[in-house]
């Protein structure tokens, strides 16, 4: 059996090897998602998921295919068009109330910048910023506006004080 799993190892790695970074991607972009879903937003767990998983597939064919191994700089430039075009992605999912008062959905649009992070770290197999970002960013989605409530609070002035200043 061991000689088999070697040859396995031998012969087919660099394919395991792949398939691991495209389904740690798409489970990275997929756990963003899902708390998304969870609070009802535009975009949920199979749009991010696929986000992370297209930015994984692009970041592989453009750095190992085939054996071909291509400089930091060409990889960059890859990174960079994946974080451009779904810059477009995530404004289509920004909504401006029609008074011009109130913007949505800045938060899912960020969600969409994210997703394809994790997608390109996954895909050069950086795990540990992979499943560190994608722990982060889960905290600060679940937390980040009890805890942006609770900081205003303590460090932010309140309405009253910011009444008496408009009446001095």
Do not use: C
């Not at 395991?16 to 949920?44: Q, S």
């Not at 889960?138 to 004080?161: D, H, M, N, P, Q």
């Amino acid at each position: 059996m061991d000689e088999w799993v070697f040859w396995l190892k031998e012969e087919y790695g660099d394919h395991v090897e792949i398939t691991l970074r495209l389904l740690v991607a798409t489970i990275a972009g997929m756990a963003v998602g899902l708390n998304r879903d969870i609070h009802n937003k535009p975009i949920g767990m199979r749009t991010l998921g696929l986000v992370a998983l297209g930015s994984a597939i692009v970041i592989l064919s453009g750095s190992v295919y085939e054996g071909l191994h291509f400089s930091q700089d060409a990889v960059s430039r890859v990174v960079q068009g994946i974080l451009t075009g779904l810059g477009f992605l995530g404004a289509g999912s920004i909504l401006r109330a029609k008074d011009g008062t109130e913007v949505q959905g800045l938060t899912t649009a960020a969600t969409v910048w994210i997703a394809a992070g994790l997608g390109v770290t996954a895909g050069l197999g950086a795990w540990f910023i992979t499943m560190a970002g994608t722990l982060v960013t889960l905290f600060l989605l679940t937390y980040g506006t009890r805890l942006e409530a609770k900081l205003i609070r303590v460090f932010g002035k309140s309405k009253r004080s910011d009444e008496e200043t408009l009446e001095d």
